[in-house]
């Protein structure tokens, strides 16, 4: 099976740009990419774009603001996973033979949604009901907290480390450092969630340039290579056995690890799915990063921050970074991508070899429903 | 390259189901799939499902219904090609060795927005200036029949011949025979089209299950083997050059068949994307089965009539068959795997070795920009 590497990326910063549609959000992403990888946009076979609610043929009309029509297009969808899936499927494309140069695009404009959570599917009986995203993860909360004996400190940390991740990634939605007390000070969301817990509504896009490794040693001399691309679905969430066990991200990191030929200590940086604060430690727990219960206790040691031993979300994840459902996962590996290449500046994880990005979805409609890719990166 | 074989067709008759949900349309045309296939359903490995306008993670939740769960699952977009868009890239998939067996899905839900044309994006700047998909048909249509002296009788004819072939078939939305009067007298919806010459708004689910050729002959002795499986995108359709050629079938058609080593007269049966009366003899012309200019010619000549040299749309259809768009085209390959299986009953085309399926979209949102998928099939 061929090999595939990452030769160009590009995002633009998440942040709110109401006046702008989605086809202006992404063509300057798929532009950044292009002008990364230094090819000629000709040479581009193919294009994945995820989108969760962006409308129809997304992909078709950002490309048609470069002049890039006549290649095939596929608009893909799966909730928070929507580019992390278009990657999945990108990578298998080249991988089949059937491409050399793949792009990949994530974009999301949700201000068109007037904030707060996204419209509800006619059958979102859950949602109506009042289990919206917000009030499941904080039930998720309220059951660690119960189980493992932690508190909200420990929980509003999460969001300080991001928030100060954020600072330094001048792509962040939110770029101001906070405090503990001002997390927990902030309106209350959904019990034990505050603002600041919860990762802010936005609009964005991120691209990705994806080649056969026999191209990507041509385009550049430090592709970044894909040493595992994972895709599953599964259950996501409430009414699950154990509510503080991500089903499909333990499934997930297990059979992905297994197709890497990895483990969680090869990891050197993530960009885990921090929809909320509780999200993050239990995507530790989940990855195998610490033993179940001792999420809070890891960050508390910093081995999470810059410079500990496995440094999560240093683009300041979904929590800092924003989360623009369509654009996360394709931002992500821009993040990896950097902090492979040396290039991401003060918050840069030295030495970083081996990365991985993590993008979970579901309950847009149906609870029952969720998607998680995760893949693997290494230079 | 691996090579990829149906081993299993099923769909739901296409009709309205306002009480149904798309999970409710879905999942009896996977089980139709599956039980035709006589495989166990846990041999599905991954699943790709079409869907224009159904909503978040469809595929998940249809599958969730069988207790299908665990699998990969993507959910393709590409307006009225979303499901042949999905075949495209589950045939991928199995090529790459990815997997060996997968299911493929359309569904739609179309009876939620009330009937009539789709709701809009934001964007929708021509829709909103009147350039509805009917008056963009139309347009061509006029300009056809100025270039090539067609008259409105000749237009007609087309849905009377796909309403004769839809009363065949017990999975049409439209099973009533018309003549020349009736679809000329009923009520005009955008001139020259009067209600008949335009499809119908339906609901509907069709599924496919695909093998590798190696797991395929293990599967059933009589494997329907994809020769030619395409995408791509381009300009669907006003202010092109020139309006009665469909740039991106034109385009498609000859890369397609280039890739098959086949031309136009080794298809025996084809289903081609007839939305309106018009579009079936553009078609006609874009795969090279008649001279352009000469479509109307071909109909009165009787030669894609069943009994015909190349009948087309013996399934009656997106005419009469019915269009719920993200499941059109994943039912014209049943439709024609049934063809080329010898099990279209009354409608059967006699001898059948080779069909063709079509369906291209666009103008969801955005003229400019549309996509086309053709497949071809072998027995």
């Not at 581009?44 to 002049?67: E, H, K």
């Not at 799966?78 to 990949?104: E, F, K, M, P, T």
């Not at 600041?196 to 040693?217: E, K, M, R, V």
Request: some cysteine.
């Amino acid at each position: 099976m061929t090999g595939v590497s990452v030769v160009g990326v590009g995002m633009i910063p998440f942040g709110k740009y109401p006046e702008k549609n989605i086809a202006d959000l992404g063509w300057p992403a798929v532009k950044a990419a292009i002008k990364d990888a230094g090819i000629e946009p000709k040479r581009i076979q193919a294009a994945y774009s995820g989108t969760a609610r962006g409308g129809a043929m997304v992909g078709q009309r950002i490309l048609g603001r470069l002049g890039l029509a006549g290649m095939p297009v596929v608009n893909v969808e799966n909730a928070c996973s929507s580019s992390s899936s278009a990657l999945r499927q990108a990578v298998i494309a080249v991988q089949s033979g059937a491409y050399d140069i793949v792009l990949v695009i994530g974009v999301e404009k949700l201000s068109k949604f007037g904030g707060g959570t996204l419209p509800l599917d006619e059958d979102d009986w859950e949602v109506r009901l009042g289990l919206s995203m917000p009030a499941l993860y904080a039930m998720r909360a309220q059951r660690y907290m119960h189980d493992y004996g932690v508190k909200l400190e420990q929980l509003a940390r999460v969001s300080v480390k991001n928030r100060r991740n954020g600072a330094l990634n001048p792509d962040a939605q939110m770029r101001k450092e906070v405090t503990v007390d001002e997390v927990l000070s902030s309106r209350m969301i959904a019990d034990p969630f505050t603002l600041l817990q919860c990762c802010p509504t936005g609009d964005g896009a991120a691209a990705i340039i994806l080649a056969s490794n026999t191209a990507a040693h041509k385009i550049r001399r430090d592709p970044i290579h894909v040493r595992a691309s994972h895709l599953t679905s599964g259950k996501f969430m409430a009414g699950f056995r154990d509510m503080t066990s991500p089903e499909i991200t333990v499934r997930g990191a297990h059979e992905c690890f297994e197709e890497a030929g990895l483990g969680p200590n090869d990891i050197d940086v993530a960009e885990v799915h921090d929809a909320f604060s509780i999200a993050e430690l239990l995507y530790y727990e989940a990855f195998g990063f610490c033993p179940r219960g001792e999420g809070a206790a890891l960050l508390e040691s910093g081995a999470t921050c810059l410079g500990g031993r496995i440094p999560i979300n240093p683009s300041g994840g979904l929590l800092a970074k924003g989360h623009p459902v369509g654009a996360t996962g394709a931002a992500q590996v821009v993040e990896i991508v950097r902090q492979l290449r040396g290039e991401a500046g003060p918050r840069q994880v030295e030495g970083a070899k081996v990365g991985l990005t993590h993008a979970t979805g579901g309950g847009i409609s149906g609870f029952d429903h969720g998607a998680c890719s995760i893949h693997v990166f290494q230079r």
